[in-house]
């Protein structure tokens, strides 16, 4: 009798625990896969879809839809509106750029849908507009460009700076400036989606500055490199880590060797969740995982771990559940701030060849547990 | 050293100038000739380019890329021509941007189809790499230097080509009345396609050469036949010497704005304030350009002499 009784609570529990699990959870990936930052977005799709793969059994009750795009506020803003009111997902996630996640995340997180953000970082959802159903899995906008800051401040006295003029293109310089604090040798802004760079190289080259800070995402980096590297001028080149991520930097080439960029994560960080990720990302895709395929992978295993321990229906739980992130991230540790931004280490990396293949190589730690200059804006505790 | 510097300015805006030119002149050709305006013409940029990333990947030489660029974009004209904008000559402009525009999407996710997400991997060729000495005691790139000679080469061809051979005079007369010429028994459908292959090829020539500089992806050709357009409409609509004369101004304006402004605005704001103004105006300064031409000139610098 005590056997059966004993046998019966452990199958109760097994069923009140399959019962958690079970709860199907449903969330919609809005990201861009066509049009130039096509590449973005792919890389975080398999990312986060990798993440749900690896965690085999335990995502089987996670369904993923999966939309373009096409880097255009107004059709993410359709795209949102379907999968809320006719998809019925619980939580969005996916858009890489600022000014989509600006038009999206505000009317999502009103409607009490989760959203989860992969990339995009904009200052007002980490300050004043700070939501608590809007959790940042990636970094504030200005982390890398302040850990950048940060690297220079210590290592050169005159930095030229250079950023397209919009306002992430700002928010980089005002990022670097926070904290490097030594001699501006120059502060240039070129145009949004601009191809040729002779005109800045040669300021650049009469500057007369010891290093040179670039935001320039995209075509952009590719293109400022290439030329940059051809012009004879030997000026260091340093930046945030989204122009050396592993999605561009085999079209720029040898011209990216020795470029030191900051990022939150790089394909040599030891721990064994970032082994797993990069293996098994390059058994899937036959690539190696940008720093966007990390982040989204980090949201995908994010989702599973509160998946584990509450169900979506309970909105409060739930939301305990992703803020506690107990979650194996492949940046090692991972902790929300109180705005629902990481706290996190963000690494100086240095662009190396790795036999044929050019890659990141982490050289030096900018910042340990940073959070961001936005936190004490938001209401949240 | 501010000569030196200037100097080597005006080579960057000579520079891009030549590039647009390479652009400008199909576009342009196109328009004098068959009287279509053709938005796809930044698609067959983006052909030649990924042709020669393509070619120079697999051979491992960029010169037999810069070939396969021009067969790539003059095969890939001659087959829309036939398919497509043969059927456009009679409708009117709205359905030409309406159709062609149709063509960028095609030819976009085409690529993205054969290609992939990512940017593709050019350099341009181990012969043409390094600096050269300009007075003054700066260096310029030896590179940028062979696209000034190479569109300073396609301007000498294209006037020869247009003014010398048989094929010139019938792209002439075809200018002027192409009823009449067809009627002459000349055959104006296969003229049409040539010239409209003639375009592409320049157009292709122009996205390989500038595709080592810059990243070969989709959607590279936009940005670029933008400003073809704004170059054909300060040189004159359908002729090639304004096609020349507007891209040589609209790169220099576009490059010394971009250089002398900033230091400008530099001269009564503080550096960063008059990075932001100086960089903002800079990038309106052609089309500012463009305005006073069309005010002052509607029919541009140098019209084509229409019959």
Known sequence: ?381 | MQTALFIEQLLNGLQLGVMLFLMAAGLTLIFGVMGLINLAHGSLYMVGAFACATVAAYTGSFWLGLIASLAAAAAAGAIIEILVIRRLYERDHLDQVLATFALILVFSEGTRWLFGSFPLYLDIPPLLQGTVPLPGGSRYQLYRLAIIGVGVAVAVGLFLLITRTRLGMRIRAGESDREMIGALGVDIRTLYTIVFALGAALAGLAGAMVGALQSVQVGMGEPALILAFVVIVIGGIGSIRGALVGAVIVGVVDTMGRFLLPQIFGLFMNASQAGIVGGALASMLIYIVMAVVLAVRPQGLFPAAKG
């Open chain 1, 1 to 381: 009798m005590k056997k059966f009784l004993a046998a019966s609570v452990a199958a109760l529990a097994i069923s009140v625990a399959g019962v958690a699990a079970a709860d199907p959870i449903k969330v919609g990936v809005i990201t861009t896969l066509s049009g130039g930052g096509a590449g973005l977005g792919v890389d975080a799709r398999d990312g986060f879809l990798l993440a749900l793969k690896n965690a085999g059994d335990a995502a089987k009750d996670i369904e993923v839809v999966v939309e373009d795009d096409g880097q255009k506020p107004e059709l993410a803003v359709q795209i949102a509106d379907k999968m809320i009111q006719s998809d019925q997902v619980d939580i969005l996630t996916g858009i890489i750029w600022s000014n989509l996640a600006m038009a999206v995340v505000p009317s999502a997180v009103a409607q009490d849908k989760f959203y989860l953000s992969v990339n995009a970082g904009p200052s007002p959802l980490a300050g004043s507009q700070c939501h608590a159903n809007y959790f940042n899995v990636a970094y504030q906008n200005d982390n890398f460009h302040e850990a950048m800051g940060q690297y220079a401040n210590e290592t050169y006295k005159k930095t030229v700076i250079m950023a397209p003029n919009y306002p992430a293109g700002t928010d980089s310089l005002t990022g670097f400036k926070r904290y490097y604090k030594q001699e501006l040798a120059g502060e240039i802004y070129t145009q949004v989606g601009q191809t040729d760079y002779a005109a800045e190289i040669a300021q650049i080259r009469a500057s007369g500055a010891d290093s040179l800070f670039i935001f320039l995402p995209g075509g952009m980096g590719i293109s400022f490199m290439k030329q940059y590297a051809q012009s004879g001028v030997e000026i260091p080149v340093i930046g945030p880590g989204f122009s050396f991520s592993q999605d561009v930097l085999p079209a720029i080439g040898d011209a990216a060797l020795g470029v030191k960029n900051s990022a939150s994560w790089s394909q040599d960080v030891d721990n064994e969740a970032s082994k797993k990720f990069v293996e098994t990302f390059q058994a899937e895709y036959g690539r190696l995982p940008s720093i966007y395929a990390a982040q989204a992978y980090d949201t995908g295993s994010l989702i599973v771990s509160a998946a584990g321990k509450a169900s979506v229906k309970d909105a409060d739980a739930f939301r305990t559940a992703l803020k506690a992130a107990e979650f194996e991230s492949v940046r090692g540790k991972f902790s929300f701030n109180t705005n629902n931004h990481p706290i996190q280490d963000i690494y100086v990396r240095e662009v190396i060849k790795d036999g044929d293949v050019l890659t990141n190589k982490i050289i030096a730690t900018a910042f340990t547990d940073h959070g961001d200059a936005y936190a004490e804006q938001c209401a949240l505790k």
